[in-house]
Structure formats: structure tokens, C-alpha cells
């Protein structure tokens, strides 16, 4: 069975395909600046050369056609015919307290998600934009909706309710829900494997770095609290997000600076976080370079990020009582040694003995950075949402 996996973001779309016998990947890309006149995509067919295509791709109906397109071209393409394909699974970010596990989407689920769009309106729209253009081009493909929002639904009340009227629950369900799920699931999964532990039997603190950030205690295999909020704003410092700040700030900036509810959304979304601090980038790799060479703009702003990072782990051990196991996984956490050891070596406190040579070791594999008398095991664990998507999308569909 071949199962596309879809990611549409507001103005991209990553995609991978996938054989299900040997859960092998196929193929994998990305469409970026849908919407603008020199739209790109990414194509790489396992084996083949990778390719790149500049174009006028208006929307995602015509960035799925390009896909379907790419995936049968004769020379950089897997597939004899767009037929192969046998289901398509979609990230959708937020599924609200209606979904607590993946669906098969239907017009009740449709509707769900489009009543999800106040929530999430970054990421929601494209989501469903993505279900609509897979529809136009591929009508008798089911379609399965896979929720960031998922994982996190075993939260307790203490974690997930914001202390506010509560009316504002009952009537707009404001609440934490938490994001990255699949990933913080995942990469769970993968540590207590690896460690040969049931995961049931371990605490542990899952730190999703990449662009976006979020940690999440894993109490005996559940989230039980996570860092991103209602929406992916709230928590870690992050590329272009400022995550948690003082919410009187929003209303006191409006007035000063003349902002729009709009404007205000932007500035704390789009450019805050190491961006704002930094003066340089969003991207992790830029800001360490600039703190290489002495920047101190960039030190302020690795700093803060790290610092955040690390009071998160010290929250989350309080909340389970300590913990035994921590993951570093995504962008950041896969690859920024520097700041794994910046964050370990702050930790001895809680027993945390990095093991720095294993730290520095660059690899796509799960390993462990810390010494053996270490009192937490500390993985990388490199995460896979996609490969989530297509087993989830694979059990809902295969006996169909
Ligand atoms: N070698 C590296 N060192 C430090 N940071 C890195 C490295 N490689 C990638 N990154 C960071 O990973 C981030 C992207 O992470 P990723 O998980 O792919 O994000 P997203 O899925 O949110 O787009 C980049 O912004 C970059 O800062
Ligand atoms: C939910 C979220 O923040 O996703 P990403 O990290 O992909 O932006
Ligand atoms: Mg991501």
C-alpha cells in the first residue's frame, strides 16, 4: 500500500510518499512560496537525483498537481501512474477536544476542522486547503486528518485549564491543548524502546526544538503537560514566536504603538523570539555562528533561549516529581550540540552528567549523550511525523 503524507503549511507544503509493506519512503519534497509568483519545488525520488522546479504556483490545488505530476514525471518520478497512490494522511494541527486520535475524514470531520479555524488560523486553513486539493485531484482517495493536538488530550485539568473565568471554557473552549504531538510521541516511544524500559515505567521531559518549540512531561507514556497553549504561541522562546510573556504586555503595546489585533498577533508570531533579540536570524545556526564570533546581540538571544528551555525541564520535573529520561529532538534539538551541552551542563542539580564527546557525535541515529553514572539518561532521538502519519493513515485505511 502507498500512502501520501501531506504537511500544508499557509504558504508550503511538504509531502512524502510511502510504501507500507517495508515502511519505506519513496519519495519526499516541498512546495514553498505557494501563492507567489516564483513558487519552488523540492522533488527527491529515493535514487534518484533531487530536483528543483521554479513556477507560478498559485494555490495548493495547483501545489498538489505539481506533486501528483512530479511523483509520475518519467525521469524524477516513482510511480507509473497517480493510481498507485492508495490513501492520503494530512498533519492538521489543531483538533480541538474533538480529536483524540487520527480520523478517516468525512464531512463531519471537515466541519470539525473548519470550526477549528478561530483556533488555529495559521495552521488549520492550509490544512484543509490541502484535504480540498487532494479531493479535486485524487476524488476516490480516502483521506485520513492526523492532530498535533492528539497526543495531549490525556492532559489533567490542573494542566490544561488557564486560570480565567471559566466561563470562557465552557463557551469558547479556551484551554491548553499543546502541539507537536506526533513528534512528542514519537520520540517517546523510540527512547523507552531503545532503553529497553516500558514506557509506562518512566518519566520523562520531551524538548521538540525546531523552528517552532514545545516540551512536554510524559508521565507513563501520557502527556501530561506540554508547553505550547491554546494555540503554538505560548511557551519556549522560538525562531520568530516570543512564546510566554507577561499577557498585560499585549493590551498596554496595542495602545502605545497603535496596533491592530492583527498587528499585535504578527509582531508576538512572526517577529519576536531569536529574531527580535538576535538582530541576525530565526535560524539557530546563524545565531550560534554569531556567538562564535563574539555578537553580542547573539549571545543575549542564545541565552534567553537556552535559559527558557531550562526552567521548562525544571517545571516539568517538579510536575512528575522528578524525571528519568530526556529527549532532544527536531531541527534544534537533532543538531545544535552547543546548545544541548549549554542546557546539560546546567542541569547537574537534578544528577544530569553529559557525556561531551557523544554529545558531538553528528549522526541520524538515536544515542545516548550522557555518561553511564548519569542519574537522567538524556537521548537524541531524531523524530519522524511523517512516518506517524503514514502508519496511522495505513491502520485506518487498510482494511477498507
Ligand atoms: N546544524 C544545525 N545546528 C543548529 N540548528 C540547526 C541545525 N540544522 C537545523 N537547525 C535548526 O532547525 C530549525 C528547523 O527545525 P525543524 O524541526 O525542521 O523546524 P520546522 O519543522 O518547525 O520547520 C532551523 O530553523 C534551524 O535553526
Ligand atoms: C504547531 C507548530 O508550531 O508547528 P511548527 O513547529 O511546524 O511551526
Ligand atoms: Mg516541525
Known sequence: MKILVINAGSSSLKYQLYNMEQESMLAKGRVE????????????????????????????????????????????????????????????????????????????????????????????????????????NLPNVPQTAVFDTAFHQTMPPESYLYPIPKVLYTK??????????????????????YLGKPLE?????????????????VLNGHSFDTSM?????????????????????????????????????????????????????????????????????????????EYRIRKYIGSYAAAMNGFDVMVFTAGVGENASYLRKAICSNLTYFGIELDEQANEVRSSEIRRITTDQSKVTVLVVPTNEELVIARDTYELVKNK
Open 33 to 136: 512560496r505557494i501563492g507567489f509568483e516564483s513558487s519552488i519545488l523540492v522533488h527527491e525520488s529515493m535514487g534518484k537525483q533531487e530536483i528543483t522546479e521554479v513556477s507560478e504556483i498559485l494555490d495548493h490545488n495547483v501545489a498538489i498537481k505539481k506533486v501528483l505530476d512530479m511523483l509520475i514525471h518519467p525521469e524524477h518520478g516513482i510511480l507509473s501512474s497517480i493510481d498507485e497512490i492508495n490513501a492520503v494522511g494530512h498533519r492538521v494541527v489543531h483538533g480541538g477536544e474533538s480529536f483524540s486520535s487520527s480520523v478517516l475524514v468525512d464531512a463531519e470531520v471537515r466541519q470539525e476542522i473548519r470550526k477549528l479555524f478561530d483556533l488555529a488560523p495559521l495552521h488549520n486553513p492550509p490544512a484543509m486547503m490541502g484535504i480540498n486539493a487532494v479531493d479535486a
Open 172 to 193: 469558547h473552549k479556551i484551554r491548553r491543548y499543546g502541539f507537536h504531538g506526533t513528534s512528542h510521541y514519537y520520540v517517546s516511544q523510540k527512547a523507552a524502546e
Open 201 to 217: 515505567d518512566l518519566k520523562m521531559i520531551t524538548c521538540h526544538i525546531g523552528n517552532g518549540g514545545s516540551l512536554t512531561a
Open 229 to 305: 497553549g491554546m494555540t503554538p504561541l505560548e511557551g519556549l522562546m522560538m525562531g520568530t514566536r516570543s512564546g510566554d510573556i507577561d499577557p498585560a504586555i499585549v493590551p498596554f503595546t496595542m495602545a502605545k504603538e497603535d496596533l491592530t489585533m492583527s498587528e499585535i498577533n504578527s509582531m508576538l508570531n512572526k517577529h519576536s523570539g531569536l529574531l527580535a533579540i538576535s538582530g541576525i536570524s530565526s535560524d539557530m545556526r546563524e545565531i550560534i555562528e554569531g556567538v562564535q564570533k563574539g555578537d553580542t546581540n547573539a549571545k543575549l538571544a542564545f541565552d534567553m533561549y
